[in-house]
């Protein structure tokens, strides 16, 4: 292969891998100004000179999170939208509370990877590998143990406990965003067509209205 061939092969690599997490800081810290109207990749700086201690804290993740719905799960997150001083640092974490045999249903992040340690209880993980393979990688988790969910594939949790099961899991994005699949699918606003669902699905169309109600 000729040098300049490799060059732009390994360049192209490069820049594919920036693209797929936050951008790096250009300063010690850009704390994100709440109140400005300018719309920009990420969040306005605060002057610097106003920065002080409560831009980098967040108090509370020690509460448990409310349990007492459809899935039995609660996400409480802690990224740019709690910590404004997380802007341009790329990371965030989140708690996430399971009743017994509650689930964190299927969903991705667009823009993180996540690193997830049970604190307590049990937990069953798993993430499925894109087409064609849709290999589906699955453990259940004890107490102290770690499971990462790579950027973009769809994953889920479930409690396979009696007790509740809590996880604190890091993020490497100030902004990770989530795709819940029956919630964006099933849910969207218009609705996607009962047609297309039915087809995709390879259900009959009764089937597509019935989850839609749902959701
Ligand atoms: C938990 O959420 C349920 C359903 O929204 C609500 O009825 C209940 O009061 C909440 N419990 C607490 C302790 O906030």
Request: with cysteine.
């Amino acid at each position: 292969m000729a040098p300049s061939v490799l060059l732009f092969g390994l360049l192209a690599i490069a820049c594919s891998l920036a693209s797929a997490s936050d951008h790096s800081p250009l300063q010690d810290f850009c704390v994100a100004d709440a109140t400005s109207p300018v719309l920009v990749n990420g969040l306005v700086c605060k002057d610097p000179k106003l920065v002080k201690a409560d831009d980098f804290f967040f108090k509370g993740l020690h509460l448990a999170g409310n349990t007492s719905n459809a899935v039995g799960s609660r996400v409480t997150p802690v990224n740019v939208a709690q910590i404004p001083g997380l802007n341009t640092l790329g990371i965030s974490l989140v708690r996430i509370d399971y009743a017994p045999w509650g689930i964190n249903p299927p969903h991705t992040h667009p823009r993180a990877t996540e690193i997830l340690t049970v604190v307590e209880g049990l937990l069953e993980v798993g993430f499925v590998t894109s087409n064609p393979e849709n290999h589906l990688i699955t453990k259940v988790l004890q107490k102290g143990d770690v499971f990462v969910f790579p950027v973009g594939l769809v994953h889920f949790q479930r409690n396979v406990g009696y007790c509740n099961t809590v996880a604190i899991a890091a993020l490497n994005s100030q902004n990770p965003g989530v795709i819940t699949i029956a919630n964006t699918v099933f849910g969207s606003k218009p609705d996607i067509s009962s047609d297309l669902l039915a087809k995709a699905f390879q259900v009959d169309k009764n089937i597509v209205y019935k989850i839609q109600s749902h959701f």
